[in-house]
Structure formats: structure tokens, C-alpha cells
């Protein structure tokens, strides 16, 4: 890409609205637009992380067996009114509308009802089971508040997992397949080692569920974790009764705040059972179907990083996800004819200010932006027949060859 061609520019100024660090260095960078309190546009850097973590998650996804689909955001009432979730006393995030041939429409705020339904036209045996479906779908939820940038979004971007078994034991042996898969994502994202799987409150049918925190000052979540930070409590759920269920004790906890990047929840039959998704067993008996839910927030995510890595002089994405691993700056004639070279060479790779404006304001940019290596082709390199490379992360620069 090249700076010279895009659209977008660094603002000087995040709007006055704007008070998290996160969407002011992601509005200031280019990566995001507000257009309203909790409600983003996604331009081309931002959307180019998006699709980064997207295709980590899905590639952690695939390795154990899931399949991708694209369920609707309008929400037929119907199934919802059944499981008692329609009501916004049940749920008290939905986002309704009145069609105009009458009757109500939802946007979904998540997606039990829809794919537990979905599924009574495909499964009817064991032998269709089991069953791992996910998708990344644009959420809606009136959430009352949100002020934390992309971390709390009223529109934003989920991967949700659902599964479905013949037994409890099946969705068990699942359910830590997924753990160690969603362990993998944050640990692809840079963000393995404050990332702790969080015992949280588990509703009706399981004492607990988990939760993925991720430690972070401006998280809104308070957990409890240990001291080699593989595992942790919710303050919801952190009492006596749960510090002995996990043969923890108080002293030995500290308590901080975090991000709930993502959450797995088994959910045998809770929705299974009233929407009548069942099945014929090895014997010819009529069993109900055993689900799980497993949720990681995509766009919380991108803010977490930003949040989590960016100093002073703006981002710092990790190279798994960051829009391109380069950001290339000509300086001189030569440096200049060199860098074209150099970038048709990596387009893939290199985000190119070919911009006619000074090279301090592209390497203060160069910085906001967050790009993990910094390329500079000068005339004064060249020289030498060589590029110098600065790490964002630590600043270390080096000269690394061009020419031979
Ligand atoms: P929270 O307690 O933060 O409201 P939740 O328990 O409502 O989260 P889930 O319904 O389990 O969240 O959604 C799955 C994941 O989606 C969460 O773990 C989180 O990472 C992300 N998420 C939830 N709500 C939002 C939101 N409003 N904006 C951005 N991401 C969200
Ligand atoms: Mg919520």
C-alpha cells in the first residue's frame, strides 16, 4: 500500500469524545472512524488487523474440526420467544425494530437460538453428531455503557463457536480442545502470558464457566489470579465455596483489573431442551442434544493489543496481526528510486510513504502506526549498499543489506 494513494491520513487531534486510549490512537493512526459512542468504521490499516486476527482464530479453529458458516443479524422473534429471551427483562441489550409488514425484528446480540433451531434441519441421529460450527458476525448490543473505545462496542465483531453432542462427556473432551485452541489465539496475538483462563459464574447448568482475561489497567473486569498466572477468579463468583472448589487460597491471589477477551460456556441443554433440538440414540430412544458456546470478541481483541502495547509515541502492533510488517521511507533520489524498487518487490509486506512530505513527519507515523519495522533507504545507506531497520517494539536499529 501506498501512503501516497489512500485516503487516510494521521489526525493530529482523537475526537474530544473519544476518551479511551485504545480509540484515540486507533482514530489518531487511520486504523478507525467514530461515528458514534460505540459504534466504529473499520478503514483500510484497521480492517487489514481485523482480517489478521480473524484468520489466526480461524486457523486455531479449523485444527479442531469447526466448520465456518454466516448466520443472519435479523433476528426472527420466534425461536428467542421460546428459550424466554426475547423478553428485555431476559436480555437487556436487544437492539429491536418493527418490520414494516408487521411484526418485530431483532438484531442479534448473540446467536444460541438461531443455530440451536438451524440444526433441528440437520441433525435427527447420533450419527450427526457431533457438530462444530462457527462464524465472525457483527453483534448488537444496547450496551448502556460504552465509553472504553473498540473494547466495548454496540456494534462489534465475535466469533462465536457453537458445538452439539450426543453426551456431556463428548462436550467435555471438546470443551478442552477449545481451551487450548483459544490458548494458542492469545498466545499468536503476543498476549499468552497475561491472558488467564478466569472461573466465572456458569448461569443454570454448570457452576462455573470460563472466561479469558487478558490483565489490563483499563480493563473493566476484577479477577483474581496466581502467581504463575494460569489461573484466576472472578470477583463475581470469588468466595470461600469457589476458593475451595479450585483449592485455591486468598493469600496467594492478587487481584488486578482485565478484559474478558473471550468466554466458553457448557451449555448441555439449556437451549437445546426447549427449542426441541433432539436426536435417536444407538438404542432408537429420543435423547436432547448436549451444546457448548465458546465466544471471543475480534474487535475487543485489536483494542486490547492497542491497548496493551502502545507507548508514548503511539502503536505497537505485534507482527502476527500489525497491517504490514514493514514501513518503508526513500530519503534522497536514490534512496527514493531504491525504495520504489524495493517495494514492488514486497508489496505484500511494505506499507510505502511515497508521500512528498518531510521524513521526520514519516517517521512520526511511522510510529503512531505502530508498524513493527521501520525501513529507511537514504543515499547515505546506500552507500554501503544497505537499508537501516528500526524495531518499533525496542527501537534497536540495524543496517541490513539491499544491494550486492
Ligand atoms: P462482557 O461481560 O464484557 O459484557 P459478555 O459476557 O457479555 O462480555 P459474551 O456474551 O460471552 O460476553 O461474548 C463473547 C465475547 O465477546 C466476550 O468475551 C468479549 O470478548 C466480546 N464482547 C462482549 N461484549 C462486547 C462488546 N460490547 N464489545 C466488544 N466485544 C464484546
Ligand atoms: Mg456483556
Known amino acids: 500500500m501506498r501512503l501516497s494513494k489512500t485516503f487516510v491520513k494521521t489526525l493530529r487531534e482523537a475526537p474530544k469524545d473519544e476518551t479511551a486510549r485504545n480509540g484515540q490512537l486507533l482514530v489518531r493512526a487511520g486504523f478507525i472512524n467514530k461515528e458514534m459512542a460505540g459504534v466504529y468504521d473499520y478503514l483500510p490499516l484497521g480492517l487489514r488487523v481485523i482480517e489478521n486476527i480473524k484468520n489466526i482464530v480461524r486457523e486455531e479453529m479449523n485444527n479442531i474440526g469447526c ?7 435479523l433476528q426472527n422473534p420466534e425461536p428467542w420467544e421460546k428459550t424466554g429471551r426475547f423478553s428485555d427483562k431476559e436480555v437487556d441489550v436487544w437492539f429491536k425494530t418493527e418490520l414494516a409488514s408487521g411484526g418485530m425484528l431483532g438484531l442479534a446480540p448473540t446467536h444460541e437460538e438461531p443455530i440451536t433451531t438451524l440444526m433441528k434441519t440437520y441433525i435427527s441421529s447420533y450419527k450427526d453428531l457431533p457438530v462444530y460450527v462457527y462464524q ?3 453483534k448488537f448490543r444496547n450496551e448502556l455503557r460504552a465509553k472504553s473505545g473498540i473494547l466495548r462496542g454496540r456494534e462489534f465483531l465475535m466469533k462465536d463457536l457453537y458445538s ?24 499468536r496475538l503476543g498476549l499468552g502470558e497475561d491472558t488467564i483462563e478466569t472461573f466465572a459464574s456458569g448461569g443454570m447448568f454448570s457452576k462455573y464457566s470460563h472466561e479469558f482475561q487478558t490483565l489490563l489497567p483499563v480493563g473493566e473486569d476484577t479477577v483474581y489470579y496466581n502467581a504463575d498466572k494460569t489461573i484466576a477468579v472472578n470477583k463475581e463468583v470469588m468466595n470461600d465455596e469457589t476458593l475451595k472448589d479450585l483449592n485455591l487460597k486468598r493469600e496467594e491471589l492478587t487481584e488486578g483489573p482485565a478484559a474478558e477477551v473471550g468466554n466458553i460456556f457448557k451449555l448441555k441443554l439449556k437451549y437445546s431442551e426447549p427449542l426441541g433440538l433432539k436426536y435417536i440414540d444407538k438404542n432408537n430412544e429420543q435423547k436432547t442434544v448436549c451444546m457448548g458456546c465458546y465466544g471471543i470478541g475480534i474487535s475487543r481483541l485489536m483494542g486490547v493489543v492497542a491497548e496493551k502495547f502502545a507507548d508514548d509515541k503511539g502503536l505497537v502492533w505485534p507482527e502476527s496481526i500489525a497491517p504490514f510488517k514493514y514501513y518503508l521511507v526513500g530519503i534522497g533520489e536514490k534512496g527514493m528510486e531504491q525504495a520504489e524498487e524495493y517495494y514492488k518487490a514486497h508489496q505484500d509486506e511494505v506499507l510505502f510513504d511515497d508521500r512528498d512530505i518531510r521524513p521526520g513527519e514519516k517517521f512520526a507515523d511511522a510510529e503512531l502506526m505502530g508498524i513493527p519495522y521501520r525501513v529507511v533507504i537514504s543515499d547515505k545507506t546506500l552507500a554501503t549498499g544497505s537499508a537501516e531497520i528500526t524495531n518499533r517494539q525496542t527501537g534497536e536499529t540495524k543496517l541490513i543489506k539491499v544491494l550486492d
Do not use: G, I, P, S
Not at 466448520?67 to 443479524?73: P, V
Not at 452439539?164 to 498466545?187: G, I, S
Open 164 to 187: 452439539f453432542h450426543t453426551t456431556e462427556k463428548d462436550l467435555d473432551d471438546f470443551y478442552k480442545k477449545v481451551e487450548r485452541a483459544y490458548m494458542n489465539v492469545f498466545e
Open 67 to 73: 466448520e465456518e458458516l454466516l448466520l443472519t443479524a
Open 136 to 138: 465472525f458476525q457483527t
